[in-house]
């Protein structure tokens, strides 16, 4: 249990955003999926301060986004989205998080937090016999982990463009495994912080 910390999911586009689509899949919807099937996986590990900026097909702003997260002083924040490239070799998941903000404690525990989240999914889609490459942590300015005011990453899931990436988005269990692999990647971030 993380006693009171409060935790933001942030499924990514919604509304007139779908976001990558390929076929049936389409991002904005899969992001809503995982940001549902985490919140589960940690109420299920006993976590009840969690909030996501959407429960439902509407349309946010990134400004909207980051202030939801500011003004429910949120502990960490995660903005959940699904990758596509404009070649189909590209696959598997990576995080984001913002190395050149000020607060050096904000960089430095946002960069553990998309590692933990890394290690976690890839560990979970191994137990479940999911054979998805790591492509790791990235650096990036994106507008919702530069400006929430809390350790902050974007995690893309796999590759809309990808035809072995999306045999797996199409496996009826993978979304909730995704999330089962982010909600265990928060509570390892969050004890290795305790113990600290
Ligand atoms: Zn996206």
Sequence with gaps: ???QKRIVLDPGHGGKDFGA???SLKESELTLELGLNTERKL???GDSNIYLTRRTGVFLTLT???QIANQLKADIFIS????SFSQSFAKGIEAYADLDRVNKRIVDNSKDLAIDILNCVQSNLNLHKYEEPERGFKASHFQVIRYTQMPAVLFEGPFLSSPTDRL?????NFIEVLGGGIANGIHQFFHKDIIS
């Design 64 to 66: 909207e986004r980051v």
């Design 80 to 83: 959940l989205h699904f990758n």
């Design 21 to 23: 689509f390929y076929d």
């Design 43 to 45: 109420k299920i590990l």
């Design 1 to 3: 249990m993380l006693l």
């Design 168 to 172: 797996l988005l199409l496996q009826p």
